[in-house]
């Protein structure tokens, strides 16, 4: 039996009990799966990437509920034997990977986190939403995504950081994905995203930098690995061009 039909065929059991009993499957903010490692426990982490901070474990067979999904590290371990890039947060906090979740399906069962096409929640005042967080810098130590953490987690009075995913030029992407406020219009107190090549930023990475002040179309940023080099910090006035966007900190 192929590994796709024993996922539904756990699903289908399931589905059966369920009518039997009386029981609901999942919570209404949420969706009920079975944690599948085949053995050991499934890592719980602050982002959608094996490198986030582990924020906990849980045993194999476990039933969790899972609220939204975001794309990130393609995961290629667990018991379906194929690479997968599903991450899904949990009602109770933090990701872990689709790979090693009974969910009756090879794709998403689970809303995108933030979606775009559900009925957005009230934003707070000055229009800037709060995302997923994660509670550590897991920027690359000397480089610009680094210091653009840095800048947020000490703005935000040392309070949290994004749980962004991807290099530099996916961040405004990975910010809309899991609930933040992105938009075209520079801003201050925000992150700015280059993509490659404007204003220098890397041919295939991007750039990213802290938004200090807005004067027109004029932005003056503070960032890591810029104009000063790898692990220094520099600043400079730019004007607001097509292919930057920015992050907003609420």
């Known amino acids: 039996m192929s590994t796709a039909l024993r996922r539904f065929g756990v699903i289908a059991v399931s589905l059966l009990i369920a009518s039997l009993i009386g029981a609901p499957l999942a919570a209404a903010t949420?969706?009920?799966v079975t944690v599948n490692t085949g053995a050991g426990n499934i890592n719980v982490r602050s982002g959608p990437s094996t490198s986030a901070q582990l924020l906990r474990t849980i045993p194999n067979r476990t039933r969790v509920t899972i609220?939204?999904?975001v794309r990130g590290e393609t995961f290629r371990g667990g018991p379906y034997g194929r690479p997968n890039n599903?991450?899904?947060q949990l009602e109770s906090g933090g990701f872990v990977t689709d790979g090693m979740?009974?969910?009756g399906s090879n794709d998403p069962v689970?809303?995108?986190c933030g979606n775009q096409n559900a009925a957005p929640p009230p934003a707070p005042a000055g229009g800037r939403a709060m995302g997923v967080t994660r509670a550590s810098?897991?920027?690359a130590p000397g480089n610009c995504t680094w210091g653009a953490y840095d800048k947020w987690f000490r703005a935000s009075g040392?309070?949290?950081y994004p749980a962004l995913s991807g290099n530099a030029k996916d961040w405004a992407n990975s910010a809309r994905a899991i609930g933040w406020t992105v938009v075209a219009d520079a801003q201050p107190r925000s992150i700015v995203v280059f993509q490659p090549g404007i204003y220098g930023a890397h041919a295939t990475q991007g750039h990213v930098a802290w938004v200090d002040a807005v004067n027109g179309?004029?932005?003056?940023i503070t960032e890591m690995n810029g104009a000063a080099g790898f692990n220094a910090w520099s600043s400079r006035t730019i004007r607001d061009v097509p292919g930057m966007s920015y992050i907003l900190l609420p």
Request: glycine share 12%; with cysteine.
């Open 101 to 103: 979740l009974e969910t």
């Open 67 to 69: 609220v939204c999904h």
């Open 30 to 32: 949420g969706r009920v």
């Open 217 to 220: 179309t004029n932005v003056t």
């Open 158 to 160: 040392g309070r949290f």
């Open 86 to 88: 599903i991450w899904n």
């Open 110 to 112: 689970v809303p995108v």
């Open 137 to 139: 810098n897991t920027g």
